[in-house]
C-alpha cells in the first residue's frame, strides 16, 4: 500500500493544523492506522492510532486532549487534528498502517506501510 501525508507547515505556538493521509493499493478498512512523529536528534515516536472501525483510539500523553485522529473508511484516509500546539510537537510526522488486519497496535514494528513523512515546525 502506499500512503500520501499532506498538511504539515510552520504555524506559531497555540495554532492548529491539520494533516492528512491517504492510501492507494489496498483497502485499509481492516487495520489499525497511526501518525508517528520524528524530532531531530529523536527517536521516532507514536503519537496517535485508531482502530479499523474508528470506535477505538490511543494517543501519547502530551498530545491528550489537544490532537484528534480520525478515518474514512470509504476514502481510505486517516487524519490528525492538531490544536494548541507548542514547539515540542516540531517533528516530521508520518503516517503509517498496521502489517496485521484486526490487530491493535502502537508499536511502530507492526506498521508495514508508511508516508514519506510531512514536517510541522511549530515557532514560538
Known amino acids: 500500500v502506499q500512503l500520501q501525508a499532506c498538511g504539515g507547515g510552520l504555524v506559531q505556538a497555540g495554532g492548529s493544523l491539520r494533516l492528512s493521509c491517504t492510501g492507494s493499493g489496498r483497502t485499509l478498512s481492516s487495520y489499525v492506522m497511526a501518525w508517528f512523529r520524528q524530532a531531530p536528534g529523536k527517536e521516532r515516536e507514536f503519537v496517535a492510532a485508531i482502530n479499523w472501525t474508528a470506535g477505538g483510539t490511543d494517543y501519547i500523553d502530551s498530545v491528550k486532549g489537544r490532537f484528534t485522529i480520525s478515518r474514512d473508511n470509504a476514502k481510505n484516509t486517516v487524519t490528525l487534528q492538531m490544536n494548541s500546539l507548542n514547539v515540542e510537537d516540531t517533528a516530521v510526522y508520518y503516517c503509517?498502517?498496521?502489517?496485521?488486519?484486526?490487530?491493535?497496535?502502537?508499536?511502530?514494528?507492526?506498521?508495514?506501510?508508511w508516508g514519506q513523512g510531512t514536517q510541522v515546525t511549530v515557532s514560538s
Open positions: 503509517a498502517v498496521s502489517s496485521y488486519r484486526y490487530r491493535w497496535s502502537r508499536r511502530a514494528a507492526d506498521f508495514g506501510s
